[in-house]
Nanobody
Framework: VQLQASGGGLVQARGSLRLSCVAS????????MGWFRQAPGREREFVAA????????YYADSVKGRFTISRDSAKNTVYLQMNSLKPEDTAVYYC???????????????WGQGTLVTVSS
């Protein structure tokens, strides 16, 4: 499966952005979908994941209550709605697809190219 992420940009603190990730190739519904992020000088970290059905959602503690992950099977797209953004949310955000993983980046089989989110104070 190929993943194409978009929607990043520059936003002020307390603002909002919505990231999108379109999947092509194999069936979108086969995969758990996740978002990760990587800030300069730091390791790539888990942000959020959503089950195949969309019924279950999982978040890192740092974004819980501010970010929402969702998926639209008709559009083969997963979204990350980010509200109340903070400067520490600044990172390159990656979408990923997994057969069976959830929180660990080595459990994900396919990765998008990343989209940069910059939050100014």
């Amino acid at each position: 499966v190929q993943l194409q992420a978009s929607g990043g940009g520059l936003v002020q603190a307390r603002g909002s952005l919505r990231l999108s990730c379109v999947a092509s190739g194999r069936s979108f519904n086969w995969y758990v979908m996740g978002w990760f992020r990587q800030a300069p000088g730091r390791e790539r970290e888990f942000v959020a994941a959503i089950s195949r059905s969309g019924d279950s959602r999982y978040y890192a503690d740092s974004v819980k209550g501010r970010f929402t992950i969702s998926r639209d099977s008709a559009k083969n797209t997963v979204y990350l709605q980010m509200n109340s953004l903070k400067p520490e949310d600044t990172a390159v955000y990656y979408c990923a697809a997994s057969w069976s993983g959830l929180y660990r980046r080595d459990e994900y089989d396919y990765w998008g190219q990343g989209t940069l989110v910059t939050v100014s104070s």
